[in-house]
């Protein structure tokens, strides 16, 4: 099943006794618990999005319409793919065989030129599959699960917020990304929506109804209002109502010397698995690593440690690049790097 | 130049020669999304004029605000909706308090988005969003007098009481910059609550107050060694923005953004004192108090309106429209009796 780290969440409550549920106040703090989980999780959902970006625009709405941008969707679907890939193969290496056949197809259709729908469409339901068998529906903490993923689809670079402000600058596939997001969105709301009380309900609705008024239908309205940062706002304040809702810390970079700790966990987790030979684990969990990097703590390094910031980035590119030969050679040094940039933001 | 807090106490107790008993006061809302400025009479709690800062509403949008140490100067940050680079749009422009006319535009550098002013009145400084930078202006030529690097999505600004420090928040980040303004130089960088929004000085300016909006909470520095000593909580659900402080330094108001609330936190023990909801408007962006420190108002962003505060009772006592998409809100000092 899903690599949800227990050791790790484990390993981080005895480090972290201020971490982020004790210093947000939330009762649960689900990507602090499960960021391996989660960013699996988010790497499905932008693959989805993205795949059916692809299939939107070889309809006849988008006709004539340079499709470079869909191209750059494939790109990012091959490399979403590695953040998962091995998870998959350990539960149900079938469906990670046809995945990979599926995005194999769409390259294909997409260097010849081809309408890209039919292999696209079979990523969504591939996509949809892996799901099934890396996130177990009727676990305890699915709610929780559910409201990150949100916050995830709202907020993150190709999600509601960020999508809109491409799009308001011309970009169609960046609209058709916002769109499918926030059609993800309101699914898991109608989900969700039972545990909120009837004004978070109602708050809740009026900030969808907000988002949907800036994406209308499946193709974009003649004339956008000109304001990137439109969607930001109403997406933020439902993040906001879903952590009440849910009673969980929903921003992964909350706290940020737990966020720091916890790439050092995961890459040593992937730095261990090169070592021992696994390639396909090692790989993964450092993809991981990098992606919660990025995400979280890179922007303040750069600021706060330069130095440790390229340091880091360089580490983490090198290990994943190079195997587990690299992997002992570089690892020691990445490991303590990230280290130092804990006690960066200690100090 | 008598600075603005000095002058108002001294209203209050009637004693300034030459401004008799009458010294009033207008309110200055920025209208992001009219690319305009809101004149309100507090006295007759009604918006009475606009300024347009563009006939382009939609592609040049008012943010920041601040006011000249004798309250006769109200400055706007002015860009466009495009936060990457510096385009014609970015400005900073200057209003005089007695004529509500465009007294000066200053060419400022990449998307500035919140303006403060050097206690003698002789620099300004903005926050420049899109190029990750601080910028110094002179206030009577718009000369630059320095430009530094700052963390990533540059917002709060503020100049010590002293004019000796400026700090400077960085929202990506999650960062101030502390800038020396004798040698014009960055002193450090340090790390605050998460996304920091606005930042400003305690009137000796011995402690600041950053406001994190994502992290819930107000950041106290330590000025003398800039480092972070305290950190108020403000509630799961806060989502603190801009700020003020009463006359006397002794309240912190701080606009709860998505949350719809003012905080009142007391600067004496650091804790929340009161929280307004009841009858706010909604997405209260920013944050003034009135020169006697009696009422309080808020811009508010979702609902473009201004929430009047009545500090005896903290509680809001009214709404006054303004134009759509209020950003900040600051007070001009208005000689009635000339």
Redesign the interface.
Known sequence: MLRIDPLTGFALALLLPCGADAQ???AAAPFRDMPVALAQAAALERMKVAAQVMVAMSGSAYAGIDDTEAGQDDDGLRAGVGLFRSSLAAVAPDIGERLDRALEALAETAEQGAPPAGPAQDVVDLARQAERALLTPDRPDAPQVEAALMASLLLDEGGVAESYAEAV?GDPAAYLAGWFALARVNALWRGLAGHATPQQSAEAEAMLAMLGDLFPGESPPPQM?????QAE?PA??LV??L??IVDADL?P??D?VGAVARVRDIAAEGCADLAAGDAGAGREMLMIATALYDRTVA??L???APDLRVAIAQGLQAVRAGGSTAAVRVCPDLLDALAAGREA?ES | MIPLRHLLLAVAAGSVAGMGQAAGYRVYVSDE?NAAISIIDPDRGAQTGTIEISGRP??VRPRGLAVSPDGKTIFVSVSD???RAESPEDAIVAIDVATNQVTATYRAGGNPERVAISPDGRQIWASLEATAQAVALDAATGTQLGIFP???ETEGIAVSPDGQIVYVT?E????V?VIRTSDMTVVT???VG?RPRDVIFSRDGQRAYVSAE???TISVIDVPSHEVVATV?LG??A?PVGMDLDPEGKFLYVAGG??SAIYVVDTETDRVAHVIKEKMGR?PWDVVLSPDGRKAFTAN??SDSVSVIDTDCMCVTGQIPAGRGPHSVRVGVVDVAN
Do not use: C, K, W
Request: no cysteine; proline share 4%; net charge negative.
């Open positions: 947000s106040g939330y600058q209002a000109a304001y990137p940062e706002a933020q304040q906001g109502l952590e009440t921003y970079d909350r940020l922007e303040t750069a600021v706060l933001f | 999304y939609g592609d909706f495009l936060p700052t963390g990533i960085a990506t980040s999650h960062t910059t960088h340090l790390l998460n994502i992290g819930g909580n799961l659900d989502r998505g949350t997405r962003g979702l």
